[in-house]
C-alpha cells in the first residue's frame, strides 16, 4: 500500500511538471479532428523517440489552433500516425487499429484464426514468390480435425500463388483453401491437394507442451510456450508445479514460435525458472527523455521490474535453477527475448536455434480518454495506438540486441528437420539434450532445405508481435491539461 500511495504521488507531481500546447488554452480539438488530436498527444508524452521527430516536440504548437491547423493536413489518422514516427528501420514495431476491440483481444491470445501457425519464407530463386510451412496446428481450431500437420507445405491461397505483394488481402479471408505442395528436387511443387479452412474466435493457451523427459540421471523438463499472455499466468505456474512435483534436474524453454507479449508475465516466467533472486532488477525500463529523467530523480525503483515470488496473492512455483535451454528462432521476439537477455546477468543461458527478431522495446495501448487509459473513452471512435514507449535492458544496463539475440548453437529451423514437437528426436530439442546430458551431437544442417525467412502468422498484423506494459502511468498521461 506504501509503494501505491508513493507511485500515485509521485505521478500527480510528474503531471504537474511536463506542460505542452494545451497549457496555452483550454479549447478541445474539433469533432473531426478527435482521432487526430488524440494521436499527437499520446506520442508527444509517451513516444520513446519524441525528442527525435521535430512536429512532437513540446513547443511545436502555441496553441490549440495552431495543432488544429497542422492536424488537418492528415485527414486519415493513419496517415497522421505514420508521419509522426521516426524512420521505419528505427521503429519497426508501433502499431495503430481503428477497432481496440481487436487489439485487447489479439493481446490476451484472442484472435480469428483458423489455428494453422505457419512460416512464410521465399521460394528457391525467387525475391517475390512465397510459401508457407505448418509449425503447428492449435488445438481445439477448425484445423485440429483436419488432413493437415505440422511439416505441411502450402505455395497458394484459392488456386492462386502466394507473393510478397498478395499474401497479406489473400491470408485475411475468414475462410479460404490452402494449396498445398511437396519439396523435391530443390523445387516446391504443387500436388493437387488442398485443405479448406475456416476462421473461428479461437483462444490460444500458450502452453502448448509441458513434459518431463527422463535421460540415465537427468529429468529434463520441456515447456513449449507460444505467447505471454497474462490471463494464463497461473496455468503457467501450474505448469511450474507440476515439473517441480516430478523432479526435473533440468529445463527446456522452447520459445521458438513465441512473438512476445506481457512484460509482467516475462518477469514472472523468468521467477519460475528462478526463484532465488526475488526482489532483484529482472529488468530496467528506459522511457523518453522527459518521463525517464524524472523518475530517475524522483525514485527510480519505479522503471524497474523486479523477480516476484507471487501471482497476486498466489505464490510462484520456482525450480531455483541455476543453467536454462532456451530454444529461438527468427520469430522469437520482444518479451521472450527480454527473459533471455534478463536472465543471463544471473545464471548460464544456453540459446539453441537461429539469431532472434531483435525487439528490445515496450509498447503500451494508448486510448482516446482523459487520462489516456481504458476509462471514459471517447464513444466517437475505437481507435487506439500501441506506440512504442520504452527500452528494456537487464540487470547489467544491456539491452543492445536490434540485430537480434545470438544463439549459443546455431541450428536453423528448416523443412529438413521439422520432427514431432516434443519427440526427444526433434532436432532442437534433441540437441538440448544433448548439450544438457553431453551425450548427442548437433544435427548438421541440410542447405538445401534452409530459406530464406519472411513473415509468420503471428508478425503477420503486428498485434502479437509486442512486448508491453499493462498500462501506461496515469498522471504521467494527463500530462497535456
Given at each position: 500500500m506504501k509503494t501505491t500511495v508513493k507511485f500515485t504521488l509521485l505521478l500527480f507531481l510528474a503531471a504537474l511538471s511536463f506542460q505542452s500546447c494545451q497549457d496555452q488554452d483550454d479549447l478541445a480539438a474539433p469533432i473531426n479532428l478527435e482521432v487526430q488530436d488524440f494521436i499527437w498527444k499520446g506520442l508527444n508524452q509517451y513516444y520513446l523517440w519524441q525528442a527525435d521527430v521535430p512536429?512532437?516536440?513540446?513547443?511545436?504548437?502555441?496553441?490549440?489552433?495552431?495543432?488544429?491547423?497542422?492536424?488537418?493536413?492528415?485527414?486519415?489518422?493513419?496517415?497522421?500516425?505514420?508521419?509522426?514516427?521516426?524512420?521505419?528501420?528505427?521503429?519497426?514495431?508501433?502499431?495503430?487499429?481503428?477497432?481496440?476491440l481487436e487489439l485487447e483481444q489479439a493481446l490476451g491470445g484472442i484472435t480469428k484464426n483458423n489455428g494453422v501457425e505457419f512460416g512464410l519464407v521465399y521460394k528457391p530463386g525467387s525475391t517475390t514468390d512465397i510459401f508457407g510451412y505448418v509449425r503447428y496446428i492449435i488445438p481445439n481450431s477448425d484445423a485440429s480435425p483436419k488432413e493437415i500437420k505440422r511439416g505441411a507445405i502450402f505455395y497458394g491461397i484459392n488456386g492462386t500463388?502466394?507473393?510478397?505483394?498478395?499474401?497479406?488481402?489473400?491470408?485475411?479471408?475468414?475462410?479460404?483453401?490452402?494449396?498445398l505442395a511437396d519439396y523435391a528436387s530443390g523445387a516446391i511443387t504443387p500436388n493437387g491437394e488442398s485443405v479448406a479452412l475456416t476462421k473461428t474466435v479461437l483462444a490460444e493457451n500458450p502452453i502448448l507442451i509441458n513434459k518431463v523427459i527422463p535421460v540415465g540421471t537427468h529429468r529434463i523438463g520441456y515447456l513449449m510456450y507460444n505467447g505471454f499472455y497474462a490471463e494464463y499466468d497461473s496455468e503457467l505456474n501450474n505448469a511450474f508445479a507440476t515439473l517441480k512435483s516430478e523432479g526435473v534436474t533440468d529445463l527446456v524453454l522452447d520459445l521458438r514460435y513465441n512473438s512476445g507479449g506481457s512484460v509482467l508475465t516475462a518477469t514472472r516466467l523468468a521467477s519460475m525458472i528462478t526463484g532465488q533472486y526475488t526482489g532483484q532488477v529482472f529488468a530496467k525500463q528506459q522511457w523518453n527523455e522527459k518521463i525517464n529523467s524524472?523518475?530517475?530523480s524522483e525514485d527510480p525503483e519505479l522503471l524497474r521490474n523486479n523477480f516476484t515470488d507471487k501471482i497476486g496473492s498466489t505464490a510462484i512455483t520456482s525450480l531455483n535453477l541455476t543453467k536454462i535451454y532456451i530454444l529461438t528462432t527468427k520469430s522469437s521476439a520482444s518479451a521472450s527475448e527480454l527473459v533471455i537477455n534478463g536472465l543471463k546477468p544471473y545464471m548460464d543461458v544456453v540459446q539453441i536455434?537461429?539469431?532472434?527478431?531483435?525487439?528490445?522495446?515496450?509498447?503500451?495501448?494508448?486510448?482516446?480518454?482523459?487520462?489516456?487509459?481504458?476509462?471514459?473513452?471517447?464513444?466517437?471512435?475505437?481507435?487506439?495506438?500501441?506506440?512504442?514507449?520504452?527500452?528494456i535492458v537487464n540487470a547489467d544496463g544491456f539491452g543492445d540486441y536490434f540485430n537480434g539475440l545470438t544463439p549459443t548453437y546455431l541450428l536453423r529451423e528448416n523443412l529438413g528437420n521439422l520432427d514431432i514437437l516434443g519427440n526427444p528426436s526433434e532436432p532442437l530439442l534433441s540437441t538440448a539434450i544433448g548439450k544438457?546430458?553431453?551425450?548427442?551431437?548437433?544435427?548438421?544442417?541440410s542447405p538445401k532445405k534452409d530459406f530464406?525467412?519472411?513473415?509468420?502468422?503471428?508478425?503477420?498484423d503486428g498485434l502479437q508481435n509486442q512486448m508491453f506494459i499493462e498500462k501506461a502511468p496515469e498522471g504521467l498521461l494527463k500530462a497535456l491539461k
Amino acid at each position: 500500500m506504501k509503494t501505491t500511495v508513493k507511485f500515485t504521488l509521485l505521478l500527480f507531481l510528474a503531471a504537474l511538471s511536463f506542460q505542452s500546447c494545451q497549457d496555452q488554452d483550454d479549447l478541445a480539438a474539433p469533432i473531426n479532428l478527435e482521432v487526430q488530436d488524440f494521436i499527437w498527444k499520446g506520442l508527444n508524452q509517451y513516444y520513446l523517440w519524441q525528442a527525435d521527430v521535430p512536429n512532437l516536440s513540446d513547443d511545436r504548437f502555441a496553441n490549440q489552433d495552431q495543432l488544429n491547423v497542422f492536424l488537418t493536413g492528415y485527414p486519415a489518422p493513419e496517415d497522421l500516425f505514420d508521419a509522426l514516427r521516426v524512420d521505419k528501420s528505427i521503429d519497426r514495431f508501433s502499431w495503430i487499429v481503428s477497432d481496440y476491440l481487436e487489439l485487447e483481444q489479439a493481446l490476451g491470445g484472442i484472435t480469428k484464426n483458423n489455428g494453422v501457425e505457419f512460416g512464410l519464407v521465399y521460394k528457391p530463386g525467387s525475391t517475390t514468390d512465397i510459401f508457407g510451412y505448418v509449425r503447428y496446428i492449435i488445438p481445439n481450431s477448425d484445423a485440429s480435425p483436419k488432413e493437415i500437420k505440422r511439416g505441411a507445405i502450402f505455395y497458394g491461397i484459392n488456386g492462386t500463388q502466394l507473393t510478397v505483394s498478395n499474401y497479406q488481402s489473400l491470408l485475411a479471408d475468414d475462410a479460404y483453401t490452402l494449396n498445398l505442395a511437396d519439396y523435391a528436387s530443390g523445387a516446391i511443387t504443387p500436388n493437387g491437394e488442398s485443405v479448406a479452412l475456416t476462421k473461428t474466435v479461437l483462444a490460444e493457451n500458450p502452453i502448448l507442451i509441458n513434459k518431463v523427459i527422463p535421460v540415465g540421471t537427468h529429468r529434463i523438463g520441456y515447456l513449449m510456450y507460444n505467447g505471454f499472455y497474462a490471463e494464463y499466468d497461473s496455468e503457467l505456474n501450474n505448469a511450474f508445479a507440476t515439473l517441480k512435483s516430478e523432479g526435473v534436474t533440468d529445463l527446456v524453454l522452447d520459445l521458438r514460435y513465441n512473438s512476445g507479449g506481457s512484460v509482467l508475465t516475462a518477469t514472472r516466467l523468468a521467477s519460475m525458472i528462478t526463484g532465488q533472486y526475488t526482489g532483484q532488477v529482472f529488468a530496467k525500463q528506459q522511457w523518453n527523455e522527459k518521463i525517464n529523467s524524472y523518475f530517475e530523480s524522483e525514485d527510480p525503483e519505479l522503471l524497474r521490474n523486479n523477480f516476484t515470488d507471487k501471482i497476486g496473492s498466489t505464490a510462484i512455483t520456482s525450480l531455483n535453477l541455476t543453467k536454462i535451454y532456451i530454444l529461438t528462432t527468427k520469430s522469437s521476439a520482444s518479451a521472450s527475448e527480454l527473459v533471455i537477455n534478463g536472465l543471463k546477468p544471473y545464471m548460464d543461458v544456453v540459446q539453441i536455434g537461429d539469431v532472434t527478431t531483435g525487439k528490445n522495446v515496450g509498447s503500451v495501448t494508448l486510448y482516446d480518454s482523459p487520462t489516456f487509459g481504458k476509462d471514459n473513452k471517447n464513444p466517437n471512435h475505437r481507435y487506439a495506438m500501441q506506440p512504442i514507449v520504452l527500452k528494456i535492458v537487464n540487470a547489467d544496463g544491456f539491452g543492445d540486441y536490434f540485430n537480434g539475440l545470438t544463439p549459443t548453437y546455431l541450428l536453423r529451423e528448416n523443412l529438413g528437420n521439422l520432427d514431432i514437437l516434443g519427440n526427444p528426436s526433434e532436432p532442437l530439442l534433441s540437441t538440448a539434450i544433448g548439450k544438457i546430458t553431453g551425450t548427442g551431437k548437433m544435427l548438421q544442417q541440410s542447405p538445401k532445405k534452409d530459406f530464406n525467412y519472411f513473415k509468420d502468422s503471428k508478425s503477420i498484423d503486428g498485434l502479437q508481435n509486442q512486448m508491453f506494459i499493462e498500462k501506461a502511468p496515469e498522471g504521467l498521461l494527463k500530462a497535456l491539461k
